[in-house]
């Protein structure tokens, strides 16, 4: 038995996560006494809508509905499929789509339904943490590649090797793009529908940000990209535009083998979604919407209070095209982006993300989440600018 006890090598390369860590120290500062103010982590604070937990509860009421589902509501599927055609003007048939318990979990579990070990995959650097994680627990192996401010942090297709890219079965990407808050042209999209297409790689799309999109901009669909279809599936979440997180919404849509690769797997380790939680995400797609883009407007504002707050008092942070975050580079003096965010913690008892949680080229800046209220979030700002930590 290892020092580590009785544990998979499946689970070798993966990080305890920086969450607990920093969660620690913020309750530790607090303790003496301290306001924090808590951008750390991207749970929204906005309240899901009135008519999806009537839904929820009035379901979750009824004793009949504790059973096995066994399979997704047919007519959920097809709600998905009319949304999409009606939102992003991208036509998915229903048995193109499968549920699943959160992209969090779904992304596992689509590697688990698609990949043999040893396959490579192409993963962003910096990179949402279960990008990494879902390849290694499959038993294959990640390719980097790296995401450069200079790049508009988008992929550089070009700089692929060609070695890598006939050896590789799929690539990870995702636009509007948690951490690095940029959005992608549809002239990339297209760019790398033919470069999945030259080496037969299949494209797995993350588009958990299409709601939360900057400055007069609507955000899209990878599937509604002339082909698309025919090399790749996205996934996509209930959680952000809803404020659903705990309830585990999400779907993968895309190409039907795939599809219904992942929905074989998923009846070997599951037996549905409970089904509250479906009629929950039926009402919320075909119920009114208008919440959804007064919510982008208020994420907006707090995007401006933040990103123009801290650029007023000399921290030339750009503005977020999307998400519901701020990535920011590091101040001159500081060797490490956690080494800032302990220094920010300690003396303006603001509490960020290191960029280092998210890959090595994440190192030299921070991730703020713009879960705070626009005058809450100034308050903020001044905390930084009174404890002197942005001149070292």
């Known amino acids: 038995m290892s020092d580590n006890g009785l544990r998979s090598h499946r689970l070798d390369g993966l990080k305890q996560g920086i969450f607990a860590e920093l969660t620690a120290k913020k309750e ?51 709600a998905v499929s009319k949304y999409y055609k009606k939102r992003f003007e991208a036509d998915i048939e229903p048995d193109c789509i499968a549920l699943v318990n959160g992209t969090q979990r779904g992304m596992p579990d689509l590697m688990m339904a698609i990949m043999d070990p040893d396959d490579l995959v192409l993963v962003p650097d910096p990179g949402y943490p279960v990008f990494e994680a879902a390849v290694r627990l499959c038993g294959a192996k990640p390719y980097y590649y790296t995401l450069k401010e200079e790049n508009s942090f988008l992929p550089v ?47 797995i799309h993350d588009n958990a940000y299409s709601d939360i999109v900057f400055d007069g901009e609507k955000g899209g669909s990878f599937l509604a990209i ?16 809803f404020n659903v997180t705990g309830a585990r919404i999400s779907f993968f849509l895309g190409r039907k083998d795939v599809v219904s690769s992942l929905k074989l797997y998923l009846s070997q380790v599951d037996f549905g979604t409970f089904l509250p939680v479906q009629k929950a995400a039926l009402a919320a797609l075909t119920g009114p919407l208008d919440g959804v883009e007064k919510q982008r407007m208020l994420y907006q504002e707090r995007r401006d209070a933040l990103c123009q707050g ?83």
């Open 310 to 392: 801290l650029r007023n008092i000399g921290w030339n942070v750009p503005d977020s095209e999307g998400t519901m975050f701020v990535w920011a580079p590091i101040p001159e003096g500081y060797k490490t982006s956690r080494e800032f965010v302990g220094a920010m913690l300690e003396k303006a008892g603001v509490l960020c993300t290191p960029g280092e949680s998210f890959g090595p080229s994440g190192e030299g800046y921070v991730r703020f989440a713009l879960v705070l209220p626009p005058d809450v979030i100034a308050e903020a700002v001044e905390a930084i600018r009174v404890s002197g930590v942005l001149n070292r």
């Open 157 to 203: 297709l070009s700089e692929i090797p060609e070695e890598i890219a006939y050896r590789a079965k799929a690539m990870v990407v995702s636009y509007p793009y948690n951490p690095v808050c940029r959005k992608a042209p549809k002239s990339f999209y297209e760019e790398l529908i033919a470069f999945a297409k030259k080496y037969d790689i299949f494209i």
């Open 28 to 78: 530790e500062v607090e303790r003496s006494g301290r306001k924090i103010y808590n951008l750390f982590v991207g749970t929204p604070d906005f309240l899901p809508s009135e008519h999806i937990v009537k839904t929820l509860s009035e379901a979750a009421a009824d004793p009949l509905n504790y059973k096995y589902t066994l399979k997704d509501m047919d007519e959920l599927s097809v």
């Open 226 to 241: 002339d082909g698309a279809k025919d090399v790749g599936g996205e996934f996509f979440s209930l959680s952000k535009s």
